[in-house]
């Protein structure tokens, strides 16, 4: 079985250009591609499309390997120089090194090496992807190792790692580190709920220092991994990406240009997320709760026909109107980002990927507190309050249609309860769950299908035929070209995304776990299930990540931060409101008290988990420091090995001064230089002043005894 | 004028031993310093002590403090290479770096190359101290310089490093950094007192504002200052303290043998100190309380005989306890932190200052709490509750001495008001301010004047007799032997003493500033002068500091931190209950929600500032970003040199493959190998095909028309 390790492929979409300057572009790729030194075979793929695929010979990519560990070095990534000399040709420890220089030579400009093949971009807008092939054998292999075990150990990460990238295998990681965190909260939910506490308070504080110790302890475990993949500060040695706008190049104080954009307009750039998350919140949380007033009103007070129908229409209206201004809100997400001029592609995919982050945080969560916070504990006087404007606002309309508040028996009832609260996360929580899984796994591979059958349907008239090679190899060239084509149609996957979804549900916990304690044994058995098909569904539904590196999973660190601490505020306000044992038995006057406690117990535990974390430190760490101790240790012995002889030496004779030296001082002395350190020149001469001092302080310790011992000057 | 510039004193004090024992010691400790290469003259001191005078000839000089500089990059503290051999000779750039090379050989271990002396311990216990010559000219210079401008320049914080050492001039920097933030909260404070707003909410929140940007840029400042120094992450290149207590050798990944003390034992140690705290923040709590309460009881009912006495009675109580129970959590502090075994003397003294701290918080800040949150609001509940249970209490007694609450016009009147917590925070602050300005600079010269005269008084039975030279040279020697007893007399400078004073008045600046706004123009003026001051008693008070370094002022940064934080929960409270516009109306059960809101909005804002003051980040960072940048940008030019050229040649060639890799190639093509890249090996094979492709498609886009052009397979 050949291993096609090192691949990639270069998607060309000729379909919107015409037939010369598809030609003229191709022969400029091909040719910038060999110019690279790159080896390239051009193929048919699916509909109006042209597969190139590329490979470095060994030598180039050795040399670039090679190139890239050195500049790992000089970027302080990593504490030991690779050995080697600038000519050396070395082998990728993994598959993922290999692929990432090959990356590098189709993707950097052409002054770095590379070919500056950069899709969708300028000159290229028609290269609609570049992708490394799968390593198919290898993905089966680590599907089913991974398939046979509940817990993945480092090896595994790393065998990820070595097919993916380490900005992939830290998102495995994550969700394995967590996976196992969750146990805890399953444990104690499921007790919690035997025992019958609902919005316990015990279970709130397990939960919130559950939460405090995970995130704590992820962050040790991030910087463990990354020093263990040698990735750690990783982003200072990525390249500009290419949309980057420099105002100037300024020549450093290394005499190097380098492409300057002022720090100040970059930090003025990014404060536009400010408004950017309020309008979105504020626009959004009108939305929800227009929906959600709407919703209850026609719940409590509707009285015309079809009740069973009408009920639902703020719910479809929502659900219709949601995506569309999600969508618009993400396209200024987009613009924003684009606008903020990040330098390298990392920051800015994170940077788009937090934007997107607090608008699904807002559409999920913000429901839930408007129940818990406002429709539960004010439903009986908002409802009819709701009921009598809404009828005086539509006039005859709504006289007919909607009850009188006061007679409504829900407004008067105890209807609006906690139930509802529950209710509420269960629905959000867990059918997103189950939602998110089909629309991550079943449906893309649903739409693939129809549209493979589409196309099979279509071919006679418009694609490309693909299979009609009869040379002796041609039928495993055959299989490997579908695959290949196949690949091509794929979309690429963005590992962020299923990161946001683990932070999203995190979120669930730190947030309303009290409301339902049984949801983490829920999102246990999900992530358990989620972290194989999330392996599976790279594999079979993705193009190939580009196996680029990354230290840990960023900015993410500080949205599961943030929501570890609203959730000691949320947590200590459920378990006020709802719970048994509160604080002036839930009055309103009480909650800032209660929160305020909830949340100061939590910052002075999560300072104690950190001081206590970050001294104990972690494995890997201790390693590193160790090796650049050795190799300080080396070089320091080496000088004083010369150092230790002449002490020595020196020890022997005393601290005899040699006679030059000798000479030397005395000649100042006479020239009245510094005068003083010449008087007990002589080996023994300031041991004897000093004994001489004391016996005669001690002897009799009268002036006329003492004098100030000329022996001693000379 | 000679310049004493690397000299260091011993004194070792011979009044508590036998003569035989001091003889003894004395060999041992000038043979040790012999040993290490130094030069010595003993000479006698005030009273029943000895100076031995060490100096390092020229030559161990240079080498040590040319393998300082290599350790430094060794340690990654600078980035270049000192340059030179292991035999290098080189001069200090300052006089700092000369002495402490000469601190090093005579407080090191001998295996480190040091004579090990190591004051008031084990062996030293009678040597009383190690310190340098002031270096008098340079002191007066330094003293008048700063005397005629207001304002420290980066320059003249570099002449203090250069004498006394980066440690000492870190305060410096901090007190100057702090008194030119300080004219913003004078200015608006002044403004706020002439507009006549009490507990102002505006000038609240600008203070917050102002603490929250001063600790920020000061965090920036010190990086700054810390790369301009050369000195940062200097901790890590510290040896160990004499007294630090390993408990096993570990023989590290580099083969090097290390001291070890395990990690979760220090942590486990270290978390004594919240009991410590806990316990002292108690005792000292009820103390005060316990005089507070007896206080207001006097001064309200106490109807006896001699009241302006009595009332004293309890204040003069506490100012007789309060030092003695200081003293005595103090030891208890030294204890811990003896027990704590940090490695470094660094650690040591942060750690034993930081617990000293926190006692004179609660001392300072407490009472001022108390009335703030007790006293004031509640004292009309408080006042008739205490006499009437103290009465009930004392029985007989105090039906005597105290008045009935009920008839106590104090109890039902309106005097107990917010002046006296303006009162109590001007009494506290500024009295603080004026007494530790005697006790610091007139108290010392006092004492030592009293005690110079004692001793001349007494000199003709106990002292040696120290001016009666008659050599040539004598005069000068004489005053400078003069000069020299008077400095050994002195006692050592600490520095963290000085940090707390600011630390303690930036503190009452961030909790209590509403209560009078002018208190920041006093702090201003105070610190001109203390800024002065300070250099002034460095010089002629105390012994020279030993000139160590460190990159900042060390925890007293989170000090600051836990004060602004602190600071925007009382100023919040204060303005809730004493200012005019609070919400509800300044009432209790509004309280929390002002905190909560004030708090909030503080943390928000410190994000923001931190953020931005972190991208826009120093010059000096910049300067050495761009100083490591040129280092390996020259190693890469070298190593890409080679391989540009290379590129050229390839370039020239189009992607011509060598004949050999064609031949090869084919060869992998028949042994059935990877045959894939095989096909389009030529020149411009890759290109035909894709072109050809492209107009098969596009040309007619039947099958017949398109077949897969065998030219390109070989």
């Not at 817990?151 to 790393?158: A, K, M, R």
């Not at 900005?167 to 495995?172: D, L, N, S």
């Not at 934007?355 to 429709?375: E, G, Q």
Request: aromatic share 10%; hydrophobic share 40%.
């Amino acid at each position: 079985m050949e291993r096609y390790n090192d691949k990639y492929v270069i998607v060309y979409d000729f379909k919107n250009v015409d037939t010369e300057t598809a030609e003229r572009e191709v022969t400029v790729m091909i040719d910038d591609l060999e110019t690279a030194g790159l080896l390239t075979e051009a193929r048919a793929g699916y509909e109006q499309t042209l597969l190139v695929f590329v490979k470095a010979p060994r030598e180039l990519l050795g040399k670039y390997v090679y190139r890239s560990r050195v500049k790992d070095w000089l970027y302080g990534i990593v504490q030991t120089h690779p050995g080697g000399t600038k000519d050396s040709v070395v082998d990728g420890d993994f598959e993922a090194e290999d692929l990432l220089s090959v990356y590098h030579l189709v993707n950097w400009p052409k002054d770095r090496g590379g070919a500056g093949i950069t899709p969708g971009l300028g000159q290229w807008e028609n290269v609609t992807s570049i992708f490394p092939l799968h390593n198919e054998a290898a993905n089966q292999a680590l599907l089913k190792h991974v398939s046979r075990r509940l817990f993945l150990t480092n090896e595994d990460l790393d065998r990820i790692r070595d097919l993916h990238g380490s900005k992939v295998a830290f998102y495995f990681a994550f969700i394995q580190t967590y996976l196992v965190c969750l146990a805890f909260p399953a444990v104690t939910g499921v007790l919690t709920w035997y025992l019958g506490g609902r919005y316990s308070l015990t279970y709130a504080i397990l939960t919130c220092v559950w939460c405090t110790v995970t995130l704590e302890y992820w962050k040790v475990r991030e910087v463990d991994l990354s020093i263990r993949w040698r990735v750690r500060n990783v982003a200072s040695v990525k390249v500009n990406r290419p949309q980057f706008r420099w105002e100037r190049i300024v020549v450093d104080g290394a005499g190097e240009p380098r492409h300057h954009f002022p720090r100040h307009k970059q930090v003025l750039r990014h404060l536009l997320q400010i408004p950017f998350i309020a309008l979105s919140a504020a626009l959004l949380g009108a939305l929800i709760v227009a929906v959600f007033a709407l919703e209850i009103l026609l719940s409590e007070s509707y009285t015309g026909g079809y009740p069973g129908v009408v009920e639902y229409v703020p719910t479809i209206m929502l659900a219709l109107v949601l995506p569309r201004i999600n969508g618009l809100l993400e396209r200024v997400a987009e613009a924003i980002t684009d606008y903020e001029n990040h330098r390298t592609a990392d920051h800015y995919e994170m940077s788009l990927t937090q934007k997107n982050f607090v608008l699904s945080i807002i559409t999920n969560y913000l429901p839930i507190l408007i129940t818990a916070f406002v429709y539960v504990p004010f439903g009986d006087e908002i409802v009819p309050w709701l009921s009598a404007h809404t009828r005086s606002l539509l006039g005859q309309l709504g006289q007919r249609f909607l009850a009188e508040g006061e007679g409504s028996s829900h407004a008067v009832g105890g209807v609006v309860d906690a139930t509802r609260l529950r209710d509420e996360v269960i629905a959000l929580a867990l059918t997103g769950q189950v939602s998110s899984f089909f629309e991550e796994n079943v449906l893309p591979v649903a739409k693939r299908k129809l549209h493979a059958w589409y196309r099979t349907y279509r071919a006679p008239t418009t694609t490309m035929p693909t299979t009609d090679d009869v040379e002796p190899f041609a039928q495993e060239e055959a299989r490997f070209l579908r695959s290949a084509r196949d690949q091509a149609t794929r979309t690429p996957y963005d590992v962020q995304e299923d990161i946001a979804e683990i932070v999203l549900q995190f979120g669930y916990l730190a947030l309303f776990s009290p409301v339902w304690p049984l949801i983490s044994i829920g999102f246990l058995v999900n992530n358990i299930v989620e972290l194989r098909t999330d392996l599976l569904k790279i594999a079979m539904e993705h193009q190939r990540p580009a196996p680029v590196r990354s230290d840990g999973i960023g900015p993410w660190i500080s949205s599961l931060d943030f929501l570890t601490w609203a959730g000691s505020l949320t947590t200590g306000a459920i378990v006020h409101l709802f719970g048994a044992s509160s604080i002036g038995a839930g009055a309103w006057w009480a909650l800032p008290i209660t929160i305020f406690i909830s949340e100061h117990v939590f910052m002075g535990f999560r300072s104690l988990v950190r001081y206590a974390l970050q001294r104990v430190g972690s494995a890997h760490i201790r390693r590193e420091r160790d090796e650049r101790y050795a190799l300080r240790a080396r070089y320091l012995r080496e000088m004083e090995a010369g150092e230790a002889e002449e002490q020595r030496r020196r020890g022997g004779g005393g601290a005899q001064l040699s006679v030059a030296e000798k000479e030397r001082r005395k000649s100042v002395r006479i020239m009245g230089g510094e005068a003083f350190f010449t008087r007990q020149m002589e080996h023994g001469a300031s041991t004897a002043a000093g004994l001489s001092l004391i016996r005669a302080c001690r002897g009799v310790g009268a002036v006329g005894e003492y004098e100030d011992d000329k022996s001693h000057l000379d």
